[in-house]
C-alpha cells in the first residue's frame, strides 16, 4: 500500500509563506497590475512544482516503514462502538476496509477484522443480512490465507504482565490461578516469495519478499467472534453449512507454528468451528487448552474462550459452572481491555444470575454499572442497567426498576443504540415495568415497539427466513446441495412450539416466533415433506400451520391464549405438562391464584342463582355480581400480561398438537376425515380413517372454483338479499354442477365420498372453506343423493380437534336466545315467534332482546347454549373483531376477540345462522386475503373460548325453514352427536312445505303451492363445526329417533308462528 506523502497541507502552508513577494516598480494603470497578478500565479504554481518534486524524491530516497494493520483509525472506531454509535462506526469500518491491503488475488487478512467489526455493527443495529455475509466475508479471507500464523515472527517466550500493566477489577477477582502474560500488540509477518523464478519462467505476479507489521491478536479475536457470531445467526442450519466443513477441515490441521504457545491462538477458533459443526463436547478440551499459554499465562483471547466455556456449560444446564466461567470473562476482558466482550460477558452471566432463581441481584453488576459511567462506555453501562432493571422487576421491586430504567434511558439517549438491540431490550423491559404497575396501555406501546425491532433483529425468525430463501432458490432437492433429509430437520427444529427452555431462557425469541406470522415457512415446511413421500408428517405440518394461522389473529400471537389455557382450563382438558406449569406459575403469582379463586366462587354463585333468566338479567344485585365479576377477571388479565413477558414456560394449548397416529387412532369408528391444504396456487387432499389413508393433489384448483361459483349462482347467490325466484329452488339443474364439482375434488384419486360409512369429517382450507359438501353428490341407481343423505357431515378448523374430550353436555343446557332482526326483510313479530318455537317446553331458555350493560365477555361465561337471530357479517380483514351478541355492537368487551379474555369459559353449543361469508354473492371476496379466513377465525375463537359445536351459515336465508332446523338440532343435541342431530335436521327438512311468505328470501307473490325445502338453498348454506362428542350411553337402550316425519302443520296467514312449533317431538 502507499505510504502517506511526507509534506503535509501544513508542510505546504509553511513553504508557500517562504517565497518573497515580488517588489515591482509603482507604474501607474490597468497594465502593471495585470502583469503583476501573472507573475504572482506564475510564482506560486512554479512554488508548488518544486515542492511535489523534492517531496517525491525525497520520499524515494528516505524509506518508510509500512503501518501496521489494523489501523490506528480502525482502533479508535471502537470509541464509538462503545458508545453504541453504530452507523458512525460502521462508517468508519467501512472506510477503513476501502483502504485495506489488496494482494494481486484478493483482499489480506487485515480485511478480517474490518468484515467482522462491520458485522458486529450490523448485528447490534438488528440487521442481520448484512452481519451474516460481513462474518462469511471474514471467515472465507481466512480460509484463502489459512497458514498465515506460519509466517509470524512470534516472540519465542511469553512472560508475566508487570502489576503496573493491571489494577484490580472492580467487582471482583478471578476464580482462576492463572496470571495475565505480556504480548506484544504488533508482530511482522512474512511476505512474499524468495525464489521467484519459477514464476518468471511459467507466468504469474513477482512478490518479493518483505516484513509487514501486523496486529495478529486482533486479527485471531475477530476472527473467533466472526465464527461465533455467524453460528449463532445461522443456528440449526450451521452444522449443514458448506463453509462450516471447509472451516473445520482446515483448522483441524492446526494452521499454527508446531509446539509453540501460539497454538492457543489456534485452539480457540477450532473449537468454535466444532461448535458450529455441531460437535460440541470435541470442542470443550480445546476451548480449555486455549485459556492459557505457557500452562500459566492468560491472553488477550482467555476472555472469549472463557465466555464459550460457559455458554456449553449454561446449554448443559450447570448453571454454577456457567456463572463461574462468565465471571472470569469479564475479569479477562477488564484485564486485556476487551469493552466488547465485557458486554457479552456480563449479559449471560446475569442471564444465569437469573436462571438460577437466585435472590437480589447480581452483585457484579452494580460496581461494574459504575465502573462503565466513569469510563464512558455508554453501550456496556445500558446493557448492564437493563440486566439490573429485569432482575429488580422479578423481584416485584416495580420502582426501583423503573428508576434504572430512567437512568438507562438517558444513557441511551439518541443514540444508534436505540435503534437495535439495547433498544429492543429496552421497550421489553419497560413494558414489562408498565404491565407490573397496571399501566397497560402503556405497556402495550412498549410491547408493540419492541416487536417491531423483533420483526428484524430475531435470530430464531432470521434463521426461519434464511432456509425458507434456500427453499425458495431451489437449493432443497432429494440430493442437495440442501438434501431434503436435511431441510425437513432444520423445518422441524425452526418451526417447532416454543418450549421451556425457550420462554426461559429467550422469552424475546419465543414471543417473536409465536407473534410475527410466517405462514409461507409452514407451506415449505409441507413441501419438503411431500418431496421425502412422507404424507402423514405433512398431515401434521398442515395442521401446525392452521395453529400458526390462528395464533397470528391474536395478541402476543397466543401467549395470553396459552396462559389463559394453562391456568383456567379444567385439567381433563389439559396434557400433564401444562398442569404441571400451572402449579409452578402459581407458586411465583400468588395474588393470582387468589383472583382465579374469586372469580371461580363468584362464577358458581351466578349459576346457583341462575343470573341468565329473564329475572336475573335485569336484577340490579345481579348486576352488580357481574360487574364484581368483570373487575375480577380484568385484575387477572393485567396478571397475565405481566406473566406473558416474564421467564415463563406456558404450553401452546389450544389449539392442541397431535400427532398423524394419535389422531388416526381416536377417530370415531366410521369416520373418514378429508383434510385439505393450500400451498401457494396448490391444494392438496388426504383422505383418512383408522385404517389407511390416501394423498392426492387437486389436479386444477382453479376449475374447482370455477365450478363451485357456478354451483353457488345455479341457486341463486349473486347478492346477500337477492330474491330467489322460485322456478330456481324447482331447477335440478344444479345436480350436474354438484357433481362436477366433487369429480373435480377426488379426480386422479381412488376416494370416493359417496362410499358407505357413517360420518365424513372434513378440515377445509382455502376455497374449499366456500364448498357445501353437504349437497355434493353424485347418481346412484338412477337417483341423485348428496353427501349427508348417506352420512353424517361435520367440520373442523385443526384436525388435532377430532379427538372428542371426555366431559358430556348438560341435559337441561343455560340457554341465551339472541333476537334481532336477521333478514332486512323480517317482520317485527318473527324474533318473538321464533324465540317462542325455540323455547317451547325449553325451561332454560331466556331471550335477549336489548344490549346488556354488563359487557358480552363476562356474560359468555355463565351460558352453555348461546342462539343467535341476528345479522352477522364480519369483516374480513378483522375476522375477531365481529360481535357474537350483536345486539352489543362493537364496544369493549362484546368483539370475539374480546371473549377469549378472562373470566374462562363461553357456550358449548352457539348457533349463528346469520354469519355472511363471499359464498352468498357467488364468492366475490377480496382476493389479498385468505379464502375462508372469516370462518376459520370465528370457528377457532369460539373454540377456544371453550365451544364444542358452532353452527354458522355459508349464507343467510332465515325465514321459518331456518328456524325450524335451528329448533330440530338444538333439541336432539342432549341425546346425540352433533352430526346425527344436524342429518337428522336436514333429513326432517327436505320433505317441508315452503310458505314463500314466510321466507323473506322468496318472492311474496309467488303462487307456488308444491315447493319443498328438498332444494339446498334451504339447507345447505349451514356449517357443522364439532369436536366429535358422543352423548353418554343411556342406562337401558333407547329408541332411534325416526329419520322421517311428517311435514310441519301450515299457519292460515303471515305472519304467525312457525308451524313446526306444534309438531310433535320424535
Not at 113 to 138: F, V
Not at 355 to 374: C, I, S
Not at 523 to 536: C, I, N
Not at 748 to 760: C, H, I, K, Q, V
Request: aromatic share 8%.
Amino acid at each position: 500500500m502507499r505510504n502517506p506523502g511526507v509534506f503535509s497541507a501544513g508542510t505546504l502552508f509553511v513553504c508557500r509563506s517562504r517565497f518573497p513577494r515580488a517588489e515591482f516598480p509603482k507604474v501607474p494603470g490597468p497594465f502593471l497590475q495585470i502583469l503583476r497578478r501573472w507573475v504572482s500565479i506564475g510564482l506560486f504554481w512554479l512554488g508548488w512544482t518544486l515542492l511535489v518534486f523534492f517531496g517525491r524524491w525525497s520520499q524515494a530516497q528516505t524509506p518508510v516503514p509500512p503501518r501496521s494493520v489494523p489501523s490506528t483509525r480502525y482502533f479508535a472506531a471502537f470509541d464509538l462502538f462503545l458508545d453504541g454509535e453504530y452507523r458512525e462506526a460502521l462508517k468508519v469500518f467501512e472506510e477503513e476496509s476501502r483502504g485495506a491491503i489488496r494482494t494481486p488475488q484478493a483482499r489480506w487478512i487485515d480485511s478480517i477484522c474490518y468484515h467482522t467489526m462491520q458485522g458486529e455493527c450490523c448485528y447490534a443495529l438488528g440487521l442481520l443480512d448484512a452481519a451474516l455475509s460481513h462474518y462469511t466475508a471474514a471467515i472465507q479471507l481466512y480460509l484463502s490465507y489459512p497458514d498465515f500464523l506460519m509466517r509470524v515472527q512470534f516472540p519465542q517466550t511469553v512472560g508475566p504482565a508487570t502489576s503496573q500493566n493491571f489494577r484490580p477489577c472492580p467487582w471482583g477477582a478471578s476464580s482462576r490461578r492463572s496470571v495475565p502474560g505480556k504480548f506484544p500488540t504488533e508482530m511482522l509477518i512474512g511476505l512474499g516469495r524468495l525464489n521467484n523464478i519459477d514464476v518468471l519462467r511459467q507466468g504469474g505476479v513477482v512478490q518479493l519478499p518483505e516484513y509487514r507489521s501486523i496486529r495478529v491478536q486482533e486479527i485471531v479475536r475477530t476472527l473467533a467472534w466472526a465464527i461465533r457470531r455467524r453460528t449463532e445467526l445461522l443456528g440449526p442450519l450451521a452444522p449443514h453449512d458448506p463453509l462450516t466443513s471447509e472451516l473445520l477441515a482446515v483448522l483441524s490441521r492446526s494452521p499454527a507454528p508446531p509446539n509453540h504457545w501460539s497454538q492457543a491462538w489456534i485452539d480457540l477458533p477450532h473449537a468454535l468451528a466444532l461448535i458450529a459443526a455441531g460437535k460440541a463436547p470435541e470442542a470443550i478440551p480445546l476451548l480449555n487448552r486455549s485459556l492459557v499459554v505457557v500452562g500459566q499465562y492468560d491472553h488477550p483471547l482467555t476472555g472469549l474462550g472463557l465466555l464459550e466455556l460457559g455458554r456449553l456449560a449454561l446449554v448443559q444446564g450447570d448453571l454454577d459452572r456457567a456463572a463461574n466461567f462468565f465471571h472470569d470473562a469479564t475479569v479477562s476482558a477488564f484485564q486485556f481491555e476487551d469493552g466488547h466482550l465485557l458486554e457479552e460477558a456480563f449479559r449471560h452471566a446475569a442471564l444465569v444470575h437469573v436462571l438460577a432463581n437466585r435472590q437480589g441481584v447480581l452483585p457484579t453488576l452494580e460496581p461494574a454499572a459504575h465502573w462503565a459511567k466513569v469510563q464512558d462506555l455508554k453501550a456496556l453501562r445500558a446493557t448492564l442497567l437493563l440486566a439490573m432493571t429485569e432482575q429488580f422487576l422479578l423481584g416485584g421491586k416495580t420502582p426501583q426498576a423503573l428508576a434504572l430504567l430512567k437512568e438507562a434511558e438517558t444513557t441511551i439517549g439518541r443514540r444508534e443504540m436505540a435503534e437495535g438491540r439495547i433498544g429492543g431490550e429496552f421497550r421489553y423491559l419497560q413494558a414489562l415495568a408498565e404491565y407490573q404497575r397496571g399501566n397497560l396501555p402503556a405497556g402495550d406501546a412498549f410491547l408493540t415497539a419492541a416487536l417491531d425491532y423483533l420483526k428484524r433483529g430475531s435470530l430464531w425468525l432470521f434463521q426461519i427466513r434464511q432456509l425458507d430463501q434456500e427453499f425458495i432458490a431451489g437449493r432443497v432437492t432429494p440430493q442437495g446441495p440442501i438434501s431434503a433429509r436435511t431441510a425437513l430437520e432444520v423445518y422441524g427444529q425452526l418451526l417447532r412450539d416454543p418450549d421451556a427452555t425457550d420462554w426461559t431462557y429467550r422469552p424475546m425469541e419465543a414471543l417473536a416466533v409465536t407473534a410475527i406470522p410466517h405462514p409461507q415457512s409452514y407451506e415449505h415446511w409441507f413441501l419438503v415433506a411431500l418431496m421425502r413421500k412422507e404424507p402423514e408428517l405433512a398431515v401434521e405440518i398442515a395442521d401446525r400451520a392452521r395453529r400458526h394461522r390462528f395464533w397470528s389473529m391474536l395478541p402476543l400471537g397466543g401467549r395470553l391464549l396459552a396462559l389463559r389455557w394453562v391456568l383456567e382450563a379444567p385439567e381433563d382438558r389439559l396434557p400433564p405438562e401444562a398442569v404441571l406449569e400451572r402449579q409452578q406459575i402459581l407458586v411465583q403469582f400468588p395474588q393470582y391464584e387468589v383472583l382465579s379463586r374469586q372469580t371461580r366462587e363468584v362464577l358458581t354463585k351466578l349459576r346457583q342463582e341462575r343470573t341468565i333468566s329473564p329475572e336475573g338479567l335485569t336484577n340490579k344485585a345481579k348486576e352488580q355480581q357481574l360487574g364484581e365479576l368483570g373487575r375480577s377477571a380484568l385484575l387477572q388479565e393485567a396478571t397475565l400480561r405481566e406473566m406473558s413477558l416474564r421467564r415463563l414456560p406456558a404450553s401452546m394449548v389450544f389449539p392442541p398438537q397431535r400427532s398423524f397416529r394419535e389422531v388416526r387412532d381416536q377417530l370415531p369408528p366410521g369416520t373418514a376425515a378429508l383434510i385439505f391444504f393450500a400451498t401457494g396456487n396448490d391444494l392438496y387432499a388426504f383422505l383418512m380413517t383408522q385404517d389407511r389413508y390416501e394423498q392426492w393433489k387437486i389436479k386444477s384448483p382453479a376449475t374447482v372454483e370455477r365450478r363451485l361459483t357456478a354451483l353457488l349462482r345455479a341457486w341463486g347467490h349473486y347478492e346477500a338479499n337477492r330474491e330467489i325466484p322460485v322456478k330456481e329452488l324447482t331447477s335440478t339443474a344444479w345436480q350436474n354442477e354438484a357433481e362436477g364439482l366433487l369429480r373435480s375434488i377426488v379426480e386422479g384419486s381412488r376416494a370416493d365420498l359417496m362410499a358407505d360409512f357413517p360420518e365424513l369429517l372434513i378440515v377445509p382450507d382455502g376455497i374449499t372453506w366456500y364448498i357445501p359438501f353437504e349437497a355434493l353428490g353424485a347418481v346412484r341407481q338412477g337417483t341423485f343423493r348428496t353427501i349427508i343423505e348417506t352420512k353424517n357431515v361435520r367440520y373442523l378448523p385443526v384436525l388435532s380437534l377430532a379427538v372428542p374430550a371426555q366431559r358430556g353436555r348438560r341435559i337441561a343446557p343455560t340457554t341465551l336466545v339472541v333476537l334481532g332482526r336477521l333478514h332486512p326483510q323480517e317482520a317485527e313479530e318473527t324474533a318473538r315467534q321464533v324465540y317462542e318455537l325455540w323455547s317451547r317446553g325449553q325451561p332454560s331458555y331466556t331471550p335477549l332482546t336489548q344490549p346488556l350493560l354488563t359487557p358480552t365477555s363476562v356474560v359468555k361465561a355463565l351460558v352453555d347454549q348461546l342462539l343467535v337471530w341476528d345479522d352477522l357479517r364480519v369483516d374480513q380483514a378483522q375476522p375477531l373483531g365481529v360481535p357474537i351478541i350483536s345486539l352489543t355492537g362493537k364496544s369493549p368487551g362484546n368483539t370475539l376477540a374480546d371473549w377469549l379474555a378472562l373470566p374462562w369459559g363461553g357456550p358449548d353449543v352457539v348457533v349463528l345462522p346469520g354469519f355472511h361469508t363471499p359464498v352468498e354473492s357467488g364468492l366475490r371476496r377480496d382476493r389479498s386475503l385468505p379464502a375462508g379466513r372469516e370462518i376459520f377465525a370465528t370457528a377457532c375463537g369460539l373454540m377456544a373460548t371453550g365451544s364444542r359445536t358452532v353452527l354458522l351459515s355459508r349464507w343467510r336465508t332465515g325465514g321459518n325453514i331456518c328456524a325450524e332446523l335451528i329448533r330440530e338440532f338444538v333439541h336432539e343435541l342432549p341425546f346425540s352427536s352433533a352430526s346425527e342431530a344436524w342429518r337428522r335436521a336436514v333429513t326432517l327438512c327436505l320433505d317441508w312445505p315452503v310458505r314463500p311468505e314466510l321466507e323473506p328470501r322468496l318472492p311474496r307473490t309467488s303462487t307456488e303451492t308444491n315447493l319443498s325445502a328438498r332444494h339446498p338453498f334451504f339447507w345447505a348454506g349451514y356449517m357443522l363445526l364439532d369436536c366429535g362428542l358422543r352423548p353418554e350411553p343411556p342406562e337401558e337402550p333407547a329408541e332411534p329417533p325416526a329419520v322421517e316425519m311428517p311435514p310441519p302443520k301450515v299457519p292460515e296467514a303471515p305472519p304467525a308462528p312457525p308451524a313446526a312449533a306444534e309438531q310433535p317431538q320424535p
